[in-house]
């Protein structure tokens, strides 16, 4: 029985806090590498509140690997509706398996 870990990330904002996230998944559109994750709290469990952040690449960062919120709007509703569309898919199909 193949055993899932949850792909984990701590990350700091603009303040120096950090928190740790949980990836749920992941997706490229229009060359832009989007993030949705949630936060976990200290025993890395799932916050069970339903909501998620969308983070993307920042394609202008010197260091590789930044990540910033998405500030338009109008790309944020739709990159989010995309992701909640996948993420629903894919609990759709877990319950296939159980």
Request: hydrophobic content about 35%; proline content about 2%.
């Amino acid at each position: 029985m193949e055993e899932n870990t949850p792909d984990l990330f701590t990350l700091e904002d603009d303040e120096g806090k950090e928190t740790t996230f949980q990836l749920l998944d992941k997706m490229e559109v229009d060359g832009v590498t989007y993030y949705a994750m949630t936060p976990v709290d200290d025993d890395a469990i799932v916050n069970g509140d339903g909501e998620f952040v969308i983070l993307m690449d920042d394609v202008d960062a010197e260091e590789e690997g930044m990540l910033v919120t998405v500030d338009d709007d109008e790309q944020l509703d739709r990159i989010g509706e995309i992701f909640i569309e996948r993420i629903n898919e894919m609990y759709d199909d877990e319950d296939e398996f159980e």
